[in-house]
Structures are given as C-alpha cells and as structure tokens.
C-alpha cells in the first residue's frame, strides 16, 4: 500500500496529464472565438489562466488522494 505522499504525487501528476489533454484539445478554438468576446473589466489577463488551472489540478489530485487514503483506512 502506498504512503498518503506518494498518493498526493501520483494523482496530482495524473490530474494535471488529464487537464493538459483537455487544454490541448480546446486551444485552438480559444483564439477563434474567446478573442472575439466583450469581457467585462477586471477580467484577468491570458496569461493567469495557466497557473491557476494547473494549481486547481493539483489541488483536485490532492483532494482525490485523500479521499481515497480515507477510504482505504475503514477497510483495514
């Protein structure tokens, strides 16, 4: 059985491969249309997106972690 680290590593790197197979298939339609919209004022800039969506991807792998090391901990 894995340690609760090794468990938080594998599925934030799991999540962040997943997230960046979404991102690949979205980008090119980000340039077309996403460009094109009025956005309201205080939107953040382009560039913000990337890190924050790969810290909500780890974030999601650390939280499935330790859902699943809960889990395994009632059924010992």
């Known amino acids: ?10 599925s934030a790197i799991v999540m962040l491969i997943l997230g960046g197979l979404g991102g690949s298939v979205t980008s ?3 340039t077309s249309w996403y460009a ?5 004022v205080g ?6 997106f990337g890190p924050v969506w790969s ?7 650390v939280s499935y ?7 395994y901990a009632y059924l010992n």
């Open 1 to 10: 059985m894995r340690s609760l680290p090794a468990k938080i590593i594998l």
């Open 28 to 30: 090119s339609s980000v």
């Open 36 to 40: 094109t919209l009025n956005r309201p």
């Open 43 to 48: 939107t953040p800039p382009n560039w913000v």
């Open 55 to 61: 810290v909500l991807y780890i974030l999601i792998g």
């Open 65 to 71: 972690a330790t859902y699943l090391n809960a889990g």
